[in-house]
């Protein structure tokens, strides 16, 4: 029974994946929906087949915008964060700002970026920057936050400069924290790269998107939708990876 427990555990989220894509086999082939608005998963994987290296080539440039931007989110957050970190009247006058620039829509603001930037890569990086420095700002102030008071007072009394404590201490601990954010921007990164891409470019699985659904090819339309869920499932199985190679101590 135990070991049944185990493998049930293990296994329970491709299980899920796997009794989906049976119901949408079945809803598709007894054509509950039309098959034009809802092709089965074989059309879908054939759709996939047939396109494999123009999507390909699609998939490079959307990662290197979505890499691109989560790379300037990350540098900007850390310098952000440990200003606010050592100044508090920063923190308290940035802090709303922050938050008030969460609540405009991506979708919204995209087009202005584009009309003032063009249809290039510069547009979608600023777009993905600012998707992506949120989080992973917060999540690093709150790491800096739910430090241990003692050790910090320990700090105080070896006479350690802010400096030291911030790599001694804050960083490291912080690190937690960190990339929990950091997952929930790598799938905002991949996102915001597609909805930027539809506004126009030449590359990217977003201009795939509008070029096949202008053609009515749902097919490779549900494709798309597909690669772009396993290129966010990808980064965030990496920055899995890199967290439990980085906070080794962690367990």
Same mark, same amino acid.
């Given at each position: ?59 490079? #440039?959307?990662? =290197?915008?979505?890499?691109? !931007?989560? $790379?300037?989110? /990350? +540098?900007?957050? *850390?310098?952000?964060?440990? &200003? ?27 087009? #202005?970026?584009? =009309?003032?930037?063009?249809? !290039?890569? $510069?547009?979608? /990086? +600023?777009?993905? *920057?600012?998707?992506?420095? &949120? ?30 404590? =911030? ?85």
């Amino acid at each position: 029974m135990k070991k049944l427990q185990n493998i049930t555990n293990k296994y329970i989220s491709f299980i899920t994946i796997l009794l989906i894509i049976l119901i949408w086999a079945i809803i598709s082939y007894t054509q509950l929906v039309p098959k034009f608005m809802l092709p089965s998963p074989l059309d879908v994987f054939l759709a996939f087949i047939k396109d494999f290296r123009l999507i390909l080539s699609h998939i490079g #440039i959307t990662l =290197l915008e979505a890499s691109l !931007g989560l $790379l300037l989110s /990350i +540098i900007f957050s *850390f310098f952000l964060a440990i &200003f606010m970190d050592r100044y508090k009247i920063f923190d308290k006058a940035i802090y709303p700002i922050l938050v008030i620039s969460q609540t405009v829509p991506t979708i919204a603001i995209a087009p #202005i970026i584009v =009309l003032w930037f063009g249809f !290039g890569i $510069l547009p979608k /990086i +600023i777009l993905i *920057f600012s998707t992506c420095f &949120f989080p992973l700002t917060i999540s690093l102030l709150t790491g800096f936050k739910n430090i241990d008071e003692d050790m910090l007072k320990l700090m105080k009394s070896l006479d350690a400069s802010y400096l030291k404590t =911030l790599f001694i201490i804050k960083i490291p601990f912080a690190m937690r924290s960190f990339f929990s954010g950091l997952k929930i921007s790598a799938t905002y990164a991949i996102v915001g790269a597609v909805v930027s891409e539809w506004l126009g470019g030449e590359k990217g699985i977003g201009v795939y998107m509008t070029r096949v659904k202008k053609a009515y090819a749902f097919d490779k339309m549900f494709a798309s939708i597909i690669i772009i869920s396993l290129l966010s499932l990808m980064l965030v199985w990496f920055i899995k990876f890199l967290e439990n190679k980085i906070i080794y101590w962690k367990e």
